[in-house]
Structure formats: C-alpha cells, structure tokens
C-alpha cells in the first residue's frame, strides 16, 4: 500500500474498484490517515491545520470574504450536508462575492477525487470549477 507522507500530498490510496465503487484508502496505518483521524478524534484538526487567528480569517462563516468562490457539493453528503453549501452561497451573494454552486446529484463527500478527464462527470461537475478557477487566476 502507497502512503502519502505530506497533507498535500494526493492520496494514492483511492482506487476505483473495476465495479465502479471506491476504496477511499482510509486505512489509519497510514502516516496521512492516522494524523487526520487522531486529530479529528481530538477535537484539534482544524486548530492544527490553521493555527492562532488563521482560522477565523479563512472561515466566510466568521469573516466576510470577497473571495470568488465556486462550490463543488455531492447532494448525497451525509458529512456535510449539501444545505450548508447553498446556504453559504447566499451569504457570499448577499456580500456581493462572485460566486457558483453545482451539487453533483446522487454522490457523497470528496466524491470529485474519483474521477478522471475522460469520465462524463468531470465535464458535468469537475471542469466547471476548474473554468471559474482559470477565469479568476489568470
């Protein structure tokens, strides 16, 4: 099994199965898994992913943003439910930020890591968001 040893690394543990399911490669034996699942246990993920006043300057919940924004959102999530991502883009919209919502009907949390160029989701779902990306990059 392949491990990722840095948070930015891509988990090369995520497979699709030749059924079409997916094996997320949550396997806690993992340095990446193991660091995520014990600091989500403790309470300290995102204290740890963003120290001191970081968190509160990156969270549109407590600071405004102009920040376009596009949301990406499975409407099967059952970690986070899709409703918190439509409401936040009425916030943003509220703010006057430019912002963009697809929920990608029938799938679930980080349902986008499992799909390739040439699957059709990737132009319905995927491609969209890289295009906001671009448009507001470059």
Known sequence: ???AHRLSDPNPDIKR???GSVDWGMDPLSPRVGWYLQNAKDGTLWTKLLPGATRRLADP???RTTVPTFIVHGTQDHTIPSY???EMVVRLRNWEVECD???AEGFGHGFDVIFEETDPEW???I???LEFLVQHVI
């Open 127 to 129: 491609k969209p968001g």
């Open 123 to 125: 132009d319905q779902y």
């Open 1 to 3: 099994m392949a491990y």
């Open 84 to 86: 918190v991502s439509r």
């Open 17 to 19: 199965l030749p059924d």
């Open 61 to 63: 919940y407590e600071h």
């Open 101 to 103: 919502i697809i929920e």
